[in-house]
């Protein structure tokens, strides 16, 4: 049985809009999104946040996958020059995004995400994503 998330669901197109989110942001968050915004919400946000060693394009095989399902992504492109500086950026396009917003970071970008979700009003869990696709 595949999972949706797993390489061979997401390669069959079989991964939904709502298993991503669940995967995302975990059950119990998400049953607290629908409940406050209700079945048909407006659509969910995702920042993305590259690691050390890379940059916004390294995501580029994730954003059509995600566009594809309904989502609004953007893809932060972080200067590496200090991690206040990379913090300022992505709490920059947190507070740009208009409904539900989720974070994802990659290696140093997890800590970025950390950072600025602090002091934002963005309330979220950290999750550990196995094989997100970034290279």
Known sequence: MDVAGTKSAR???RVSRNSVRKMLV??????????H??????????VLVHGA??????WSKVIPLLQDKGFNVTAAQIPLTSIEDDVAI??????????PTI??????GGIVVSGAGIGT?????HQRIHGSGER
């Open 121 to 125: 009003g963005f309330s979220g869990s």
């Open 90 to 99: 992505t709490k920059r396009l947190l507070t740009a995004q208009n409904g």
């Open 103 to 108: 974070l994802v970071g990659h290696s140093y």
């Open 11 to 13: 390669a069959e197109g």
């Open 26 to 35: 975990g059950r119990r968050q998400d049953k607290q999104i629908r409940a």
């Open 37 to 46: 915004h209700g079945e048909h919400m407006e659509p969910i946000n995702v």
């Open 53 to 58: 060693w890379a940059d916004g394009s390294s």
